[in-house]
């Protein structure tokens, strides 16, 4: 079992920078490719960003390509998602999640979940 735990969620306004962190623990954080997603009540989990094991490579959801970044710690055990220019749309509640092998942006995929972050937009 891999336990993640997000945090760094809040209250911000549009415009504004927040750093989502998420700290993995119970397996190799190395070995597992890391993705993003987010929620909003009655709709489904949307695609945030992957990055490789490695950190080598990311990739993102076209709905915040440009504005989010994803990065990763191995030797900390913790990915990040730095979200940049926020708009209210932005509002969810983010998880991160860990998948063995290659990446997807299907959450399906992905083994283990953290309980997710909230993150607020004010316009």
Known sequence: QMQLIESGG???QAGDSLRLSCAA???TFSSYVMGWFRQVLGKEREFVGWISQTGAS???GDSVKGRFSIARDNVK?????EMN???P???AVYYCAARRTFTAILASS????????QVTVSS
Do not use: I, P
Request: glycine content about 14%; hydrophobic content about 25%.
């Open 85 to 87: 220019m926020l708009k």
């Open 25 to 27: 623990s119970g397996r």
């Open 89 to 91: 749309e932005d509002t």
């Open 58 to 60: 990311t990739y993102y």
């Open 110 to 117: 992905y083994d283990y979940w953290g309980q997710g972050t």
């Open 77 to 81: 055990s913790t990915v990040y998602l």
């Open 10 to 12: 809040g209250l911000v």
